[in-house]
Each structure stands twice: as C-alpha cells, then as structure tokens.
C-alpha cells in the first residue's frame, strides 16, 4: 500500500507523489536548484549586479537553444537532420554571462541525423 507524501514549495504550489523515493528526489533537485540559484545571485552581487533572481530569469528567458529540422539527400535517401543551434544573446545576456564568468555562446551547434 503505497502512502501520498506531501510537499509544499516557497512559491505556494503543493506537489503530491506517490512515495516517499519520489519525494526524495524532488525534494533534493529543488534544494540543488535552489543553491545553484543562490550562487548565481551571489556571484552577480559581488560584482554590483543586484537584480532579483526573477528579473534576472526573466532577461534570460529571451535567450534560447532552437531545434531546426530539414530533409537533406544522403546516398540517394531522403534523411531527416536536426540541427541544434543558439540564438543570438542580447546585450544584457552577455553581460550577465560575463559576470558569471560563461561563454556567451554556451552550447555548440549541433547536426545530427533524427533517424541515428
């Protein structure tokens, strides 16, 4: 018989599971989350950035990882490729991986066949 544990969040949502390894785990990544998001505030405020972890998030919102499909011929087949690309980080973006010492580009781009 499999008991419901309960897990209230600081931003008001109640989250069920189902066991208690489901809600280990959930419990673990938001403290994990929650330090990475500590660290990050952190490491902006010793260098004079003193925005909200919400305005911050919502800077980088606009920066994004994009998947593009395509059919390309390949021994006379017909293959579906993806490529994974960034898009162009705006200046707030830069200037906020800067302080955070990341590339500003953050991920290569990627082509590989959908079918492999």
Same mark, same amino acid.
């Given at each position: 018989m499999? !008991?419901?544990?309960l897990?209230?969040?600081?931003?008001?949502? *109640?989250i069920?599971? =189902?066991?208690?390894?489901s809600?280990?785990?959930?419990l673990f990544?938001?403290?994990l989350?929650?330090?990475i998001?500590?660290?990050?505030? +952190? !490491?902006? =405020?010793?260098?004079?950035?003193n %925005?909200?972890?919400?305005?911050? $998030?919502?800077?980088?919102?606009?920066? =994004? $990882?994009?998947?593009?499909?395509?059919?390309? !011929?390949?021994n006379?087949?017909?293959?579906?490729?993806?490529? %994974?690309?960034?898009s =162009?980080?705006?200046?707030?973006? !830069?200037? *906020? +991986? %800067?302080?955070?010492?990341?590339?500003?580009?953050?991920?290569?781009?990627?082509?590989y066949?959908?079918?492999a």
């Amino acid at each position: 018989m499999s !008991k419901t544990t309960l897990i209230s969040v600081s931003y008001n949502a *109640i989250i069920f599971h =189902q066991n208690e390894k489901s809600a280990n785990a959930h419990l673990f990544i938001s403290v994990l989350a929650y330090h990475i998001l500590h660290s990050i505030e +952190y !490491k902006l =405020q010793q260098h004079g950035e003193n %925005r909200c972890w919400a305005s911050i $998030r919502e800077s980088l919102s606009t920066h =994004q $990882r994009l998947t593009i499909e395509h059919n390309v !011929k390949k021994n006379n087949k017909i293959v579906r490729q993806h490529m %994974r690309v960034c898009s =162009q980080p705006e200046p707030d973006h !830069k200037n *906020i +991986y %800067r302080l955070l010492g990341l590339k500003v580009i953050p991920l290569p781009r990627n082509l590989y066949d959908a079918n492999a």
